[in-house]
């Protein structure tokens, strides 16, 4: 192609271009369009705010819920009853003579609080709680030790406890005694003092004696009387 054909074709080019309403030309925005866009953009932006505060208001109002729920005295959630096992109800007589198939599991038992409070650590105690002649040292927070009104002793009837808590066979932090680590502990019987009844077999025995004594005297004197 020679060069005056290649200038023909460039001007013939131009004119199409110029011809064509400017479609390579960029577009030009108007005040209208713009207000058009930015009034899309801030409903769009309105309507994702607001959808994202109702979540979170009502993810708030759930979480008050459940708080509410769970800390409100007398009220078990499924969780913790799925977190705390069961208590296996035992006593004083086979926990004193368990093996290990009750080693480190959650019991519960009656028994009356004897002998003396011995200070432990960490702010817990020693209570020797009895049942049928069977013992069983538990170890207890203090303050749940405070509600021990009396100590088992002679004619003193101690405060029977209900225990809730752990059984070791072999406590690994108490030099390998078996015990138990109360969780919970409620009174039961305050105890005190024992009134004791009068022994009537004792008493006629007494009497017995002292009427034998008596007749005794009597028949003394009456043979020192015939003896004169």
Same mark, same amino acid.
């Given at each position: 192609?020679?060069?005056?054909?290649?200038?023909?074709?460039?001007?013939?080019?131009?004119?199409?271009?110029?011809?064509?309403?400017?479609?390579?030309?960029? @577009?030009?925005?108007? $005040?209208?369009?713009?207000?058009? !866009? +930015? *009034?899309? /953009? #801030?409903?769009?932006? &309105? @309507?994702?705010?607001? $959808?994202?505060?109702?979540?979170? !208001? +009502? *993810?708030? /109002? #759930?979480?008050?819920? &459940?708080?509410?729920?769970?800390?409100?005295?007398?009220?078990?959630?499924? *969780?913790?009853? #799925?977190?705390?096992?069961?208590?296996?109800?035992?006593?004083?007589?086979?926990?004193?003579?368990?093996?290990?198939?009750?080693?480190?599991?959650?019991?519960?038992?009656?028994?009356?609080?004897?002998?003396?409070?011995?200070?432990?650590?960490?702010?817990?105690?020693?209570?020797?709680?009895?049942?049928?002649?069977?013992?069983?040292?538990?170890?207890?927070?203090?303050?749940?030790?405070?509600?021990?009104?009396?100590?088992?002793?002679?004619?003193?009837?101690?405060?029977?406890?209900?225990?809730?808590?752990?059984?070791?066979?072999?406590?690994?932090?108490?030099?390998?005694?078996?015990?138990?680590?109360?969780?919970?502990?409620?009174?039961?019987?305050?105890?005190?003092?024992?009134?004791?009844?009068?022994?009537?077999?004792?008493?006629?025995?007494?009497?017995?004696?002292?009427?034998?004594?008596?007749?005794?005297?009597?028949?003394?004197?009456?043979?020192?009387?015939?003896?004169?």
């Amino acid at each position: 192609m020679t060069a005056g054909g290649r200038r023909a074709m460039s001007a013939g080019g131009r004119r199409a271009m110029s011809a064509g309403g400017g479609l390579l030309r960029p @577009r030009s925005w108007g $005040r209208g369009a713009l207000q058009s !866009l +930015a *009034l899309t /953009f #801030a409903r769009s932006l &309105a @309507r994702l705010l607001a $959808r994202s505060l109702a979540r979170l !208001l +009502a *993810l708030a /109002f #759930a979480l008050t819920f &459940a708080l509410t729920f769970a800390l409100t005295p007398g009220v078990m959630t499924p *969780l913790a009853h #799925a977190a705390e096992p069961e208590a296996y109800p035992t006593s004083t007589t086979e926990l004193s003579t368990a093996g290990r198939e009750l080693d480190n599991r959650r019991v519960s038992f009656t028994a009356e609080a004897i002998g003396d409070i011995i200070q432990g650590d960490n702010g817990h105690v020693w209570v020797t709680l009895l049942h049928d002649d069977a013992s069983i040292s538990v170890f207890m927070d203090a303050t749940a030790a405070e509600q021990i009104a009396s100590l088992g002793r002679y004619q003193v009837k101690g405060t029977t406890l209900e225990v809730v808590g752990v059984f070791h066979l072999a406590c690994p932090e108490h030099e390998g005694v078996s015990d138990v680590h109360a969780v919970s502990v409620r009174v039961i019987d305050a105890g005190g003092g024992v009134a004791q009844a009068p022994d009537l077999g004792l008493l006629a025995s007494g009497l017995l004696l002292v009427f034998s004594g008596v007749l005794l005297m009597v028949l003394f004197h009456i043979l020192h009387e015939r003896l004169r």
